[in-house]
Every structure is written in C-alpha cells, then in structure tokens.
C-alpha cells in the first residue's frame, strides 16, 4: 500500500522500519575460478569497491593495475585526524588540529552487524571491531519549538509516547472496540501485554508512579541509609507531547540498519582500506587523474595524468576495466560507453551531506551531562550531536560530531559557506542543546560533500523514475567495461552497498572475460 501511494522507496524506507529490508544478500565469499593466462585488469578507483575488486581479480589471476586519484586509498571510507590538511573544490585548506587520537570520520562511521560482507572484510583483513553507540537514552530529543527550546531526555519522551498510547489502546481492547478483531482470550493477553509494555497501573492508566519511572527515570532515584526515598517522575501529558512532535525523532534506533549490535573500526574508519591497500602494495597507483577512458573490441585504453603535477598525459591498457569512480565525476570525464550507459552517468544526481567534527577542551557531555556516546537530534540546521562511543571518562579534549545533515534545505545552506562559518554555526546551534559549547571549544573541522574534490557529492540519490530509467545499462558489463560503487546498488551511502556492487560486478566481467 506505502509503495503504491508514496513509491518504491518510501516503501524501502516503511519496510526497513519494519524490520523486512535492508539486510545484506551476501552469502559468503566468492570464488572466481581461474582467468586466462595474461589477462589484465585495469580497475579506476581504490575505494573499498575498486580494491575489492583488485584483490579479487588479482587472486584469480588475472594482471591488476589501480589508478586512485588521492594520495591515500579508501575513498570515502576517510578518516581525519590530527596534523591531517583537506582542500576543498574552492581551494579552501583546513588544518585539523585534534589532539593525538582524536578524529573524525567524514564519510561513513559505523558498520551495521546485518552488513555481512563488510564485517566479513574485517574479519579477513583483521581489524578490531568496538561497539558504535547508536541509541543512548539519556541523550536529548529537541525541537526549537516545544518545551521553550529546551532539549528532552531521549527516556521521557520514548517511554511517554509508549506509555500514553497503550493506555489509548488499552482503553479501546476493554471498551470493546476490538471485538471483531481478536479473541477473548487474546483480548486478556493483550491487555496483559500492554499493561507490561506501557508501564500501566492496575486500572490501565499511565501516571506518575514508581513502576512507570523505572522506564522513564525518577525525580528522586533510589538511595541507600538515610537518603531521601525514591520519587516518581511526572510523565509528559499526551497532547503535549503530540504537540512536539518529539515522537518523529524516537524510532531511528528501531530500523533493521540501526538495530545493536552496530560497530566502527578502532582507530578510524580507514583502518580497512590502509590494510587492503598494504594487501595490494604496489598494484597501486596514486595520484592518477583519469581524463579519458576508451575501449575496442580488444582491450581498453586509459588516460591519466598526475594530479600534483598536471601535465604530459600517461596511458595504461588492460584487456579489461572496472570502474568505480563515482557517477558525479565520471560524467566530467570522456568514457567509451553505449548511449544509455552514458545517460545513467550523466542523469544520477548526488545527495547532499555535511560533518562537522568539534574538539572540546573536556568531555563536559559525559561530566556534566552523563550522556556515554549516542546521538541527540534536533530540529536545528545541525541535525543531531553524536557523542564518542569510545575512550569514556578519558580527561583531556575529546571530539563529538557537531553536525551531521543530509539532503535538507540546511545542509545545502551550510555547504554554501566557507568551513569557518559552518563550524561558527555549528556551535551557534549546539549551544542551545548544550551551552558548554562557547567555554569548552578548541578546534573543529567542517567537511561538505558536494565540495569534496573527488566526489562532489554524498551518494547516488537515485529516485524511482531514475533507476527504472538507467539502473540496469549503468550494471551492464559494457563491452569490456564495468561500473561498480555504492551507486549501483540498492544500499547508497553504505559501504555494503559498494562492496556488493563490487563483487556482482566482477562475477559477471569475469564470466565475460574467461567465455571470449
């Protein structure tokens, strides 16, 4: 019904709630079979999908080049730290000023358990895996609007919306209103559960009482000796909390991507790719620029030159290419592709996003706050606050994501503005949330992906329309050329999504390569 309605991916996003989509199709790893003897590879890109493909190609046999823009592998599996400078499209230089092992991922920050082909990655590659800290019930819920701008407990809110509405639906089971549609001895169950699940008293009521507040939080928690005996918590009145709409932030932790266990690498999201890229070494080639890719009936040709240096062009041919420079920077380039390969490149718009990392002399959120890791939302600009999962109670600056937007009117405002301003709104905005923001500040580092030089954009924001129009020529093994990224796949943004694009890909121009 969603997707009648609203489309196919409004009904993705319902059916992800719901705990029906999203969950990766990987079945383990893949096993190619033998390449012909000399074949080669020439792959564009040493993103996770392109050194994926590499290593993969290169196990089967086959001669492997990488061509990487960059100085450094991974793509948008980035990692800023301290000592680290970006540049960004307008010539714009920031120097990250962290204090020894504080950083920020840009791109992505944490890695779904349901995500099996990366965590299989990691587990080949060895890299240690620690709890990314999603949903924190003592982080805030905010709306400029409600409460006079002051931010809510994440518990009060979640455990009040609960609360109020089974006492609605309590209401309606013993007035009948069910009758048609369970059994009586269902109906008993039922007012059972929800007299369980909403913290009801006897009388099916959600008030302020000692049991409710184990859910919610008490005014007066318990004690010991001669303390104060516990005091039971207020609830927030229904038409209060209605009248928020604090109940549209509570449910992100409840979509089958967010569900625990989530993880990030430790050290930095980065730590994958440097070990696939030492797993390559010399396969290699960085600071390639790509100006023109040809192909014939027997090989492919590629033209590049060195970023740092832009000058005499180079070219390099392989019997075979794959190719995951994104879409937003292919479609500046000269590739030889059908027409309608061609038309996917050039009609895939790319989302906008923005981060904001921001050090802070102390951890005053833990200290003051005792909020350990989770995200805050808020209707602001920022869009939420996420607090660091690791390194709790550690004295010294630590680094908390000050902003994170995607595809809102603001992000596109804040990408508008050069990174000096977007840190200065960033703790503008965060002050209302948390007004230690001013006093603790050190230093901050803003990254827009519609300005980053090499991808110009988040991710492949694909519409319905879209992907019946372009998806399937953009897949094709197109002559002796493929394409694979997160923008071929149905998980964009998500590192799952380019690894398994990567590996469909290489399975179908292998087959190719090994039949002619």
């Excluded at 979509?255 to 390559?280: C, K, N, S």
Aim: glycine fraction near 10%; charge should be neutral; hydrophobic fraction near 35%.
């Amino acid at each position: 019904m969603i997707g009648q309605v609203a489309g196919g991916s409004a009904m993705y996003q319902a059916m992800s709630s719901l705990g029906h989509a999203a969950e990766s199709g990987y079945q383990g790893p893949i096993t190619l079979g033998k390449a012909k003897p000399g074949a080669s590879v020439v792959v564009l890109g040493a993103g996770l999908a392109g050194m994926l493909a590499a290593v993969e190609l290169r196990n089967a046999g086959y001669k492997v080049s990488v061509l990487e823009y960059q100085n450094r592998a991974g793509g948008r599996s980035w990692t800023l730290r301290g000592g680290d400078r970006y540049t960004e499209l307008d010539g714009t230089t920031q120097n990250v000023g962290f204090a020894k092992g504080n950083y920020l991922n840009p791109g992505p920050w944490r890695v779904p358990h349901n995500h099996h082909a990366m965590m299989d990655l990691y587990r080949r590659y060895g890299v240690q895996l620690e709890p990314f800290n999603q949903v924190n019930h003592s982080a805030y819920l905010h709306q400029t609007r409600a409460f006079g701008g002051k931010p809510q407990r994440f518990h009060h809110i979640s455990t009040d919306v609960r609360g109020h509405v089974t006492e609605l639906l309590s209401k309606a089971t013993q007035q009948g209103a069910l009758d048609a549609s369970i059994t009586a001895e269902d109906r008993e169950k039922l007012l059972a559960g929800l007299r369980s699940w909403g913290a009801l008293d006897k009388n099916y009521r959600y008030t302020a009482n000692l049991h409710a507040s184990e859910f919610r939080g008490f005014d007066v928690p318990p004690g010991g000796g001669l303390m104060s005996p516990a005091k039971a918590s207020e609830p927030i009145d229904l038409h209060t909390l209605l009248d928020s709409k604090m109940w549209s932030q509570i449910g992100m932790g409840n979509m089958h991507e967010f569900h625990t266990t989530i993880f990030q690498p430790v050290g930095g999201m980065d730590t994958l790719p440097q070990a696939m890229a030492r797993d390559l070494g010399g396969l290699i080639q960085y600071n390639a620029k790509v100006s023109k890719v040809e192909q014939n009936a027997s090989s492919v040709t590629v033209h590049y030159s060195d970023a740092r240096h832009p000058g005499a062009m180079r070219k390099i041919s392989a019997d075979w290419c794959v190719c995951t420079i994104p879409a937003s920077i292919l479609s500046q380039m000269d590739i030889q592709v059908s027409s309608a390969m061609r038309a996917g490149i050039d009609s895939l718009p790319y989302a906008s996003s923005n981060k904001i990392g921001l050090e802070f002399k102390r951890r005053f959120w833990e200290e003051d706050e005792h909020i350990y890791g989770g995200i805050s939302l808020t209707d602001l600009p920022i869009g939420q606050i996420s607090y660091p999962s690791t390194d709790y109670m550690r004295p010294g600056p630590a680094v908390l994501l000050g902003a994170y937007t995607m595809e809102t009117n603001s992000s596109y405002r804040l990408a508008s503005l050069s990174p000096k301003e977007r840190i200065r709104m960033a703790l503008e905005y965060g002050s209302q949330i948390h007004p230690q923001y001013l006093k603790e500040f050190k230093c901050g580092v803003a990254v827009a992906w519609h300005r980053v030089p090499w991808v110009q954009g988040c991710y492949g924001k694909w519409s319905d329309e879209l992907r019946a129009q372009h998806y399937q020529a953009m897949a094709q093994v197109d002559g002796r050329i493929v394409l694979a990224g997160e923008h071929l796949s149905y998980l964009p943004a998500w590192q799952e999504g380019a690894v398994l694009s990567s590996l469909d890909a290489i399975q179908r121009l292998h087959a190719k390569a090994i039949s002619v």
